[in-house]
């Protein structure tokens, strides 16, 4: 029985996981939630469902924070639980080849963290091997990675954002800024706080930034959100203007693009001319923000390649990554790596 080879894109938001050869078989929430310290009541999206929602002695956590593993014991338990929903098998004798995305700047000590996971699991592993998300988001992109001469993407994720520069196979330059979508929540749920008096939810704050969100201010609009009155500490209601909102977004925006234009000046001039002339590929959930595109155009002076799939090149990539052996050398074991 041949190896069975898994891509596991574990996104602080989403977990993404494809097999070889079908491609993506599972996106949900990273999440779980359990009772009594390990008692397992829900995961993925039917954990999200109850979100803000359950009672005191319900533990909701997101396993990965800012890219890494920061729930080592829920990380096993969360990961073995969405491989057997995607009917991973346990191969008696090949096992299983698990390959991880992770940040370009991750240590050994978080590269340990994904290793453990996987020789913990359940369902038996070969080997485990780590995939550097600029690289696997790139060649998702369908860009030939080992012959580029410079290619820039942007990785807006929901607890990072990465900006990387490659060539040739490899990351020319890197930066790992620790803010995306939940940031911008944040920023929601502080703003209506000061703004309106008004406490709201995570997810009522993830609601105001999907309808009323925009990188450029457009026409005036409201949303009536329900939340709970800072000064009664009744239910109360108010209508929230777009204004507030973009303007949330931006904040996030302005602080993402000075790193971007930070880097640039940092390209080696011979990388430049390829970048000029094929532009800024920009993934992750974060891109799907309306009128991100024209945004960027405008701060960067530079041609903008929007995502079809943002949500899905990273894994893409690592399906490539496993099928194609010319693209084998973007992985190495984790093993290697630690104890060589």
């Not at 490539?320 to 050398?329: D, N, Q, T, V």
Request: net charge neutral; aromatic share 6%; charged share 20%.
């Amino acid at each position: 029985m041949a190896v069975q080879k898994y891509g596991l894109d574990l996104g602080t938001e989403n977990i993404k996981l494809s097999h070889f050869p079908q491609g993506m078989i599972l996106c949900e929430k990273n999440l779980v939630a359990a009772k009594k310290k390990q008692e397992i009541v829900a995961f993925g999206d039917a954990a999200y469902d109850i979100y803000e929602r359950a009672s005191d002695n319900i533990r909701i956590t997101y396993p990965i924070f800012q890219g890494v593993i920061a729930g080592l014991t829920d990380m096993k338990q969360i990961l073995d639980l969405f491989l057997k929903k995607a009917k991973c098998s346990n191969g008696f004798i090949s096992g299983n080849a698990f390959y991880f995305s992770v940040p370009s700047d991750v240590t050994e000590v978080e590269k340990r963290a994904f290793f453990d996971v996987a020789l913990s699991s359940q369902f038996k592993s070969k080997d485990a091997f780590i995939v550097e998300k600029p690289m696997a988001a790139v060649v998702g992109e369908g860009v030939d990675l080992l012959h580029s001469p410079g290619v820039m993407v942007i990785d807006m994720g929901a607890g990072t954002t990465e900006v990387s520069i490659l060539a040739q196979g490899g990351i020319v330059l890197s930066r790992l800024l620790k803010m995306g979508g939940n940031t911008i929540d944040d920023q929601i749920q502080l703003e209506v706080k000061t703004r309106y008096n008004l406490l709201i939810g995570r997810k009522t704050a993830e609601s105001l930034k999907l309808s009323l969100g925009s990188a450029i201010l457009g026409g005036r609009s409201t949303q009536k959100v329900l939340g709970r009155d800072m000064v009664t500490g009744l239910p109360a209601e108010a209508a929230v203007d777009s204004r507030v909102i973009c303007a949330c977004v931006r904040r996030i925006l302005k602080e993402i693009t000075a790193s971007v234009r930070s880097l640039l000046e940092r390209i080696p001039p011979e990388v430049i001319h390829s970048i000029l002339s094929t532009g800024i590929h920009v993934t992750g959930g974060v891109s799907q923000t309306e009128n991100l595109e024209t945004y960027l155009k405008q701060e960067l002076a530079l041609p903008i390649q929007m995502s079809e799939h943002p949500l899905e090149s990273t894994v893409r990539g690592l399906t490539k990554i496993m099928s194609e052996p010319s693209l084998s050398g973007l992985a190495y074991s984790i093993k290697e790596s630690i104890f060589s």
